[in-house]
């Protein structure tokens, strides 16, 4: 099982940035796929952007040339650096993380942290 816990979401004005980390923890455990998904009120969840093992990186147009996903393949975390925010990009935004463990490869949802972009 793999546990995902992240941090740095809040509340910042228009044009503003965010740091926000995801690290996976457990027990024997290969993370391969991480990512991070948002979810607007009365939306669907959509993915914001995710990074292979291999550092290969993709994008939502939307966020393209605003949002950095980026990880660290020792602690196990992920991280999306957001700047330019606008208020459309307000959301729960939430980890993804894709891993073998437990003779399984399965997906690993966070618990989600609030981003707020608001004068």
């Known amino acids: 099982q793999v546990q995902l816990v992240e941090s740095g979401g809040g509340l910042v004005q228009p044009g503003g940035s965010l740091r926000l980390s995801c690290a996976a923890s457990?027990?024997?455990?290969?993370?391969?796929?991480m990512g991070w998904y948002r979810q607007a009120p009365g939306k669907e969840r959509e993915l914001v952007a995710r990074i292979t093992s291999g550092g290969v990186t993709n994008y939502a147009d939307s966020v393209k040339g605003r949002f950095t996903i980026s990880r660290d393949n020792a602690k196990n975390t992920v991280y999306l650096q957001m700047n330019s925010l606008k208020p459309e990009d307000t959301a729960v935004y939430y980890c993804?993380?894709?891993?073998?463990?437990?003779?399984?490869?399965?997906?690993?949802w966070g618990q989600g942290t609030q981003v707020t972009v608001s004068s």
């Open positions: 457990g027990s024997s455990f290969t993370v391969n796929v």
């Open positions: 993804n993380v894709y891993a073998w463990g437990d003779s399984k490869y399965a997906g690993y």
